[in-house]
């Protein structure tokens, strides 16, 4: 853990290339609300930093032509099975639309199915291409 955290440091502090360098990309910034030109560098998938043009080298580089990048959605509060669909459907009708990222409550089939739906939902959501995060049910 702190190795990764250390490498981490050393992508972003722009000592070694990251996996991936993002270059020319307009980020968006939720909490000013303002696109910020520059470049992105990832590391093991994930984002490690952000800054001006130039600032990071990647083993691999993509140039982004002024695209706008945002930060995936997150919905904090969902029950997947309401949808009619398993943690894949679901994931197949939502990721596209931005949302990386849920909070589910398995209430309805933790209610039908009690232990066993839950365990369900906790094995269905494992490779899905979307981060599920099963809360214990209202």
Not at 29 to 50: K, P, Y
Not at 88 to 101: E, M, S, Y
Request: no cysteine; net charge negative; hydrophobic share 45%.
């Amino acid at each position: 853990m702190i190795e990764d955290i250390r490498a981490d440091i050393e992508v972003a502090s722009g000592r070694v290339p990251a996996d991936l360098a993002l270059r020319n990309g307009r980020f968006f910034d939720v909490f000013t609300g303002e696109l910020m030109d520059g470049d992105m560098a990832v590391r093991d998938g994930r984002v490690i930093a952000i800054g001006p043009a130039g600032t990071y080298r990647g083993i691999k580089e993509q140039d982004l032509g002024n695209r706008i990048v945002v930060p995936g959605l997150i919905d904090s509060h969902v029950h997947i099975e309401s949808s009619m669909q398993g943690p894949a459907g679901f994931a197949g009708l939502t990721v596209p639309r931005g949302t990386t990222t849920v909070i589910a409550d398995p209430h309805e089939i933790a209610n039908v199915r009690g232990m066993d739906g839950i365990r369900w939902m906790l094995n269905a959501s494992e490779n899905v291409p979307q981060s599920v995060f099963v809360m214990l049910p209202s």
